[in-house]
């Protein structure tokens, strides 16, 4: 069983960035694909982004391609992503998953088998 800790949510103002980092503990790393999604209050929790295993593969949902960018190293158990010129729709709390199909690029939540804790990011007009 592995345990995820997002870090690295906070406030800025539109345009800016913020890098989140979830780190990995408890199980083998190289063992899940990794992936981000958000939930905003009164909604269902929404696909990001996904990476495999390898790093090799990966895959964005339409509203953050070209802005966000999701990586892994292996070598510290830790999946980040960086977001740039982020929007006040980008405000949500932030959760990494972990699925044990370490080469699927799930955009399902149900698929995936262990989630962190979740970090706030707040965009501001």
């Known amino acids: 069983q592995v345990h995820l800790v997002e870090s690295g949510g906070g406030a800025v103002q539109a345009g800016g960035s913020l890098r989140l980092s979830c780190a990995a503990s408890?199980?083998?790393?190289?063992?899940?694909?990794m992936a981000w999604f958000r939930q905003t209050p009164g909604k269902e929790r929404e696909f990001v982004a996904a990476?495999?295993?390898?790093?090799?593969?990966?895959y964005y949902d339409d509203s953050v391609k070209g802005r966000f960018t999701i990586s892994r190293d292996n070598a510290k158990n830790t999946v980040f992503l960086q977001m740039n010129s982020l929007k006040p729709e980008d405000t949500a709390v932030y959760y990494c998953?972990?699925?044990?199909?370490?080469?699927?690029?799930?955009?399902?939540?149900?698929?995936?088998?262990?989630w962190g804790r979740g970090t706030q990011v707040t965009v501001s007009s």
């Open positions: 408890g199980g083998t790393f190289t063992a899940y694909a």
């Open positions: 990476i495999s295993w390898t790093g090799g593969n990966i």
């Open positions: 998953a972990a699925d044990e199909n370490r080469v699927g690029l799930n955009t399902n939540s149900d698929l995936y088998d262990y």
